[in-house]
């Protein structure tokens, strides 16, 4: 029993420090101390999450300046988080599962959902604008961390239907301290449902800091709790983020059941456009994390050998101005919701009641029109 | 054969399973077990423990997860093991149950049941007698259904299994030994459709799962005094049937409601004020509310005090102003007593 | 001087905190930050950090904790963040809040507060428009409270801190910004009595918190149209003041109750089934309910056909038989439309 | 970094084996491998607590044969459990608080607590017998593990008032799933708290084993996840309990945060009388624990040493009886509750609702009693 114990206690305990591949110089970095192995993710590879991380900025600037001329209701920006965002993404597949926040914009966009179904939540058009099901994406999530229950239902149904599907599941640090975190890594951990667990420590729950937020050595700890095998990772190290996720992605894939992974890595712009960040911070800790800038080390990394010139550069520095320009068109056409589609989805079926309700509207907006036309 | 209630729910349970390998049965004790209340009895070893399963002790997981299997097709039938057990899977009930085919716009519709043994009368202690239809009737997206007898326990469990929606199915545990003579399965009837239970012509009596025998009782007693009741069973509280409501009330011109939930602001307040909006100028009295003690649910030993019985349903019913004389409990604009 | 709701809600936690060192105020982002609303700004810094904290982000801790801070003879105040935020909470509010000094004998009571900024017609993304008031009001054991102006704010704020029992103060988000010209510690109102808005004669209008604002502006144009209505605003919905709703109704003959929350066994659904049962005999014409749709809180872009408006008040006002002809709206026995 | 976390996952892992003084045949334990030290209570101590637990079992045996009587409504025994029923409650004094559930009546009735006040909840005459307040132990908890948030806000509030009082919180196996737990031990290590949160895994949940409960190593590994301190222990050794127990509360005392306690122990009888255990255990299992009973291993030892002879068990034995017989005795008179006393304690003061509600109460109160008298 002690040996059993012990053997999964340094099966389950994440590495005492970050896993951390390529340094904010973009030098490698040397693997010491870390539970398991995590090999460099291939050039090829890195050049990807580089083109989708400035793609992804760019997007996300794209939003944030929408919000600033009142096309977005709100913004939760998650600049400086690209890392994660993009890079966990990158590291599944369109047939598993991704369970997003209202700051994971980003990453859906990554994923492929058109932009504009991706800003629909949030120009206040419809609470989702895609297609969850065909999209294997659930609908952004508000209620904290609610949706990790639902990566773990979604993951041991995939587990049911024989397919090796994954899910991925995103969450604040802020948000672990919610009960739904505590049940959710428990039915997967019960249930082996091959869920990968990402929480993005941003080192901020709005105002809120980590250190008031847990006591723990690092959340990454959490995991061990629940028989969970758990890292923490740079999360603004594009590399090690795909490496261990890789890792995460095949103990998921090969039936060891769930994997939780936290990723420090820090929110650069307010909580939302309506926060002000200079309330609760300071702005010589955020000049210290736009040092570790994810992008910058990975072109760094990438031009040092020669994987990357400037052709390539302007190239993708062109393709995300091109992505900024139909997002920014595109929203800039003013959108209308029909108001009786009020009444569409609240059941399969109308219930009287709400077919009430719904002749009720209809006849307001009637005698609306008939008034605006007389 | 007769059937209880309990025995109907079960055979709910397995011929649905039976009948689609979607549905899946999970829960607290609900495996070997069979349930507290033994509901799921004998399923797992029917079926296998992929179909009737137990999960860990949390009630927030156990909702969410239904929510997370119903992404990939199954139809997920989770016990809350009471009432107010239910409450720590409220967020996930009221924030994703009730708006997920809201939220996305009709693509992810929950075919997913609820089961909760509710309301009182079995002698429980604290906590295990709440009546809590109505934090869910007030929800919308939820489909709210409780049945009073062990033909409609077994009807509206496999139409609830069928619903595209989810739906908060009300077990009145105080009915789970309540015996009928059926043959089951037996002939199942849609959502929204209450059931006369008993013709009467000089008062509706409005009414609906756990309370239901006390308003039949109380209707044989009241013909006694020569009150013809007729009772009204709701069976469904959402989707709410108001033409069988409303047509009872404007033929028999009066009306009293039974719910054993705490008055205010519950279903009780709902359909007096329904059929006193729907029925106005039928109405010879005002609309008579027969509700649970505006108090937390006492110790056992207050229980029958407490529960709203058949003397106080039949006090409601002599206030009806039979005599044309206007009743005068609330004749003081304040509070009486 | 002019003050908003915000400000005066801050001014009464301040004077609050003042008076009685055993106040504290904890919850999300209520320290440095000052809550998202701002409702707690520079309470830290006056009172220090062991007065008024940040917790870690988890509402059943909050609440929980709270209840073990008042064993410690603490008074606590706490914020949750936005309506639907509460629900984590619920089962502690529900099962804890309400029911301590029942199920203690009187021996432990809970003196604390649970700030919920609620409703909408904030352009808020889902989840953050909640009307959750019907699930307190149902449950027996909480006070539930909600002001429509800064003086009220103030007020309340202050009666519900000194209250030796649980209130759900429910904060109308959308009036936080809402100015009055008020002098600060203002007269205060103790709980259960309700404030006449504004005079009338023919038909009275009950409401409360956020819904008051478009109560006054729909009396104001009913008198363009010849109606005069008086407006109640509840203020406090547990306790109720039977006696100036009576009082009115009694006198005026009509009444239209609005709520925005969805009507279905809400606060709205109580307020119509209490004047309807006694007022009966002093009703023209049935009571109207004014309510939310019976969906869940819809996008943003939709916010405004969803919200019951001055148009829809006025509609209900149209249909209370003023010729003495009945309204047909309900005339078919089932549903309209 | 690395330094930090890993001192820290020392400071905070339990002992990968449960911490075991004496063992099933009274002999003492070689201590091996245990993360702290933990040295053999006093042979007083150990006599007081042997003592505590023959009269605590009998209490129990009583309260169980009340239920078959009718008496009481419902009676979930801990029978098994004794030693952490009585060895946990005396390591605390009157001053500290505890927060039992409902299984907990052996450790109320050895607090002190009178034992009818104890039973009133079960007997259904009131939903709390005793005085919360006067006697610091909150009324016994049903709904699960929301008690120990109860605990953290009460410990975080004598420490506010500057006492070194400490709150004890009692918890099952299978209750450590949900939401509140996580939420208690991470509000108690972010402020601080000292509560000491005792898991009694008495290894099920009703009918559900350990085993589909957690895939933990142990439950004590949930410590380490919120920074807090955590050891097993074996809960059927009184000495191992007192043991850990005292470094708890030491531990909670000197400021140093709460402590998580997992106890290993056995629920001997069902959950409750309502319960038929034969549907989901061997009898072979429940033989196999009855082996390695508390009382007997005390026993052993005390009377190894010549702490303990055959007088002062007679002796014990008869004051055990005597306990059970005043019991027994108190319990057969009838009680009677007066029903207007349902509106007293809704709130401090009646609300018109109340009062219309009692009105009418009184009302059919009064014509039943002329009813009866005419
Ligand atoms: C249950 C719940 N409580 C409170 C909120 C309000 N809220 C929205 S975001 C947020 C902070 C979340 O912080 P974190 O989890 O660290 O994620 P981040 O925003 O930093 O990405 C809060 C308190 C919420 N959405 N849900
Ligand atoms: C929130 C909640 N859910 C469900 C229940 C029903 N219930 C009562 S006891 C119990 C099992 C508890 O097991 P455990 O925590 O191991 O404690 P034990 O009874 O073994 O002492 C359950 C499921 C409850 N009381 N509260
Ligand atoms: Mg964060
Ligand atoms: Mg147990």
Redesign the interface.
Known sequence: METTAQAMTAALLPSPNPVQLIDPTGAEVEQAGTRRDYPMPSAARLREIWHAMVLGRRFDAQATALTKQGRLAVYPSSRGQEACQVGAILSITADDWFFPTYRDSMALASRGIDPIEVLSLLRGDSHCGYDPIATHTAAQCTPLSTQLIHAAGAAYGEKRRGTDHVALAFIGDGATSEGDFHEALNFAAVFEAPVIFFVQNNKYAISVPLSKQTRAPSLAYKGIGYGVAAEQVDGNDPAAVLAVMDHAVEHCRSGKGPFLIEAHTYRLESHTNADDATRYRSSDEVTAWLERDPIARVEAWLRGRGELNDDVVAATRAAAEALAAEVRERMNTDVTVDPMSLFDNVFAQRTPQLDEARAMVAAELAADSQEVSS | MTVTMGGALNAALRDALAADDNVLVFG??V????G?FRITDGLTSEFGE?RCF????????I????????????RPVVEMQFD??A??A???I???V??M?????????LPLVIRIPYAGGI??????C?SSE??Y??T??L?VVTPSDAADAYSLLREAIDD??PVIFLEPKALYWSKQEIELPCTRAPF?TAKVRRDGDDVTLVTYGASVPTALKAAEAAADEGWSVEVIDLRTI???D??TV??SV?RTGRCVVLAE??????????I??RV???C??S?A?????VSG????Y?????EK??LPGV??VL?AIARLQWDDQ?DLT?AE?????
């Open positions: 607290e004790d495996g070997t077990l069979g507290v992929q137990d999960t860990p002790l949390a009630e927030s997981g909702v969410g997860f239904a929510i997370g299997l119903c992404l990939t097709g199954f107010a057990f409450y720590p409220f967020e996930q009221t924030s994703h009730a708006k085919r809201n939220r996305t716009s009709g693509r992810v519709g002698g429980g202690v604290e906590h295990h709440d109505g934090y009737a007030h919308p997206g489909k595209p929606d929204g959402v989707p709410f108001d033409e409303v047509r404007r939930a705490q008055g205010f602001a519950g279903v009780g307040a709902e007096a004020a006193s909006e729907r106005f100028h109405l009295a005002p609309v008579g509310r003690l505006p108090t937390p006492p110790a056992p030993m207050l005090t407490y003397e106080r006090d206007p609330y604009v304040g509070a009486r007593g």
